[in-house]
């Protein structure tokens, strides 16, 4: 039988960690400082596909550390294998971490299992049958809005990051009882399924992230989406939104959609340089009618566009001033998208670009009107520098109204780099 067979597999893989786990092994980096692999994941996922190949010939293996190559798509049997999730924690702690299977049939998960290792605790779920902790049957997820919700989420989403704007979640973290950080998203999930916590939210997981955790929140009567209320697929990355009905719904209605953040966060906004001004002067006219002024600093920066899906979204300029300082100028987006999610992205990759280029110090310029523009730059860390008064017309550009405002001074904030 398929279930007993996935379970002898993964108490045979968590009894080789064990064991493994006070000895020396090689630690290297993927792609970045926290994300980690070390020769036991390779290994205990060489062991599951080993063991599903020999038994299952015919069944496809999608695994976190690329050992298996996964299938075109899903159809037929497909397992989705984390051999270490939360490799950090496994590395620093010795503790907190899981083995992560489920298998996916014609395209429909019906298996889920997670694994804490070090507790010994086995969360099981079978698609209309419930789900169970070391045999023992979950009790149906409790309802909890956000202000009575003991959440599990990873403080990254909080600070300046490149996946969403950090005061769309930072109220959740003040509104609910209390926010914790885990490190292993299959153990989250399953630590919801059994009422350890209440709530789930991160910006970055990927299937075998999610798969079986989900199957697990979704037995006990929970709901699992993106972040925003879409339903989740395994073909990729994607935000991740769990707890109860009344929870999910609680998030996308009153901090999400309230605070104006849309999918144009997810990571297939992709910002590039852009050499065509005729293609760009649209949306670069939107943030300044001055056309001179704005064909000016285009021929003497370099301006780079956000696309979603193909489509032109957003823009922004550099223009370098000196060795140390370098100006932004007009981060754009278009009318129907705009919100302050493709905004914060943009300034997040000029800040990166501009770091890269060796300034010290980046600046930015806005008319005397743009009240909202200049707290979009100040929540950003950007202060005030200075005001130039009737800078407009001084410099030769025709009379205009912002907000029913006549633009005259423009002002500057600045901010280390």
């Known amino acids: ?43 205990v996922e060489q062991l599951i596909v080993d063991r599903i190949q020999d038994a299952y010939p015919d069944h496809h293996i999608v695994g976190e ?13 497909v397992w989705f294998v984390d051999p270490i999730d939360g490799t950090l924690n496994f590395i620093h702690q010795k503790r907190m971490f899981a083995i992560s299977v489920a298998i996916m049939i014609d395209e429909v998960v019906e298996y889920g299992f997670v694994y804490d290792v070090m507790a010994d605790e086995l969360f099981v779920a079978r698609r209309n049958q419930g789900a169970t902790l070391n045999g023992r049957i979950l009790p149906a997820i409790r309802e909890h ?3 009575d919700a003991f959440l599990s989420m990873n403080a990254t989403w909080v600070t300046p990051n490149r996946q969403i704007a950090p005061e769309v979640l930072a109220p959740i973290v003040k509104d609910s009882v209390g926010t914790r950080a885990h490190g292993a998203a299959s153990l989250e999930l399953a630590w919801l399924a059994a009422g350890r916590v209440d709530g789930y939210i991160t910006m970055r997981n990927m299937p075998w992230d999610y798969a079986a955790g989900k199957l697990l929140v979704e037995e006990v009567g929970g709901r699992v989406a993106s972040l925003y209320g879409e339903p989740i697929r395994y073909d990729g990355k994607t935000s991740v939104l769990a707890g109860s009905e009344t929870f999910v719904n609680d998030v996308v209605k009153h901090y999400v959609i309230a605070k104006g953040a849309t999918p144009e966060v997810r990571p297939d906004l992709e910002i590039q340089p852009q050499a065509s001004y005729k293609d760009v002067e649209t949306l670069l006219l939107l943030a300044n009618p001055q056309e001179a002024m704005i064909q000016e600093q285009f021929k003497a920066g370099e301006t780079y566009v956000a696309m979603l899906g193909g489509e032109l979204v957003g823009a922004y300029m550099l223009v370098r001033r000196s060795d140390e300082l370098i100006e932004l100028v007009n981060i754009a987006v278009k009318p129907e998208r705009q919100n302050q999610t493709i905004g914060q992205r943009l300034l997040q990759d000029a800040i990166r670009r501009s770091k890269g280029s060796g300034a010290k110090r980046m600046l930015v310029c806005t008319g005397n009107s743009s009240v909202v523009q200049l707290r979009f730059y100040q929540q950003a860390g950007f202060r005030f520098e200075s005001v130039e008064r009737d800078y407009f017309p001084n410099h030769g550009y025709a009379a205009i109204e912002e907000d029913g405002l006549p633009l005259l001074d423009r002002i500057c904030l600045t901010r280390d780099l």
């Not at 064990?18 to 000895?23: A, F, P, V, Y």
């Not at 550390?65 to 049997?77: F, K, M, R, V, Y």
């Open 65 to 77: 550390e690329g050992i298996s190559t996964g299938p075109a798509d899903l159809t037929g049997t």
């Open 1 to 43: 039988m398929l279930e007993w067979f996935a379970i002898d597999l993964i108490k045979q893989a968590g009894e080789y960690i064990r064991q493994q786990i006070d000895e020396r092994y090689e630690i290297e980096r993927k792609t970045g400082k926290g994300d980690l692999v070390t020769e036991i994941d390779r290994a």
């Open 145 to 147: 809005y956000v202000r």
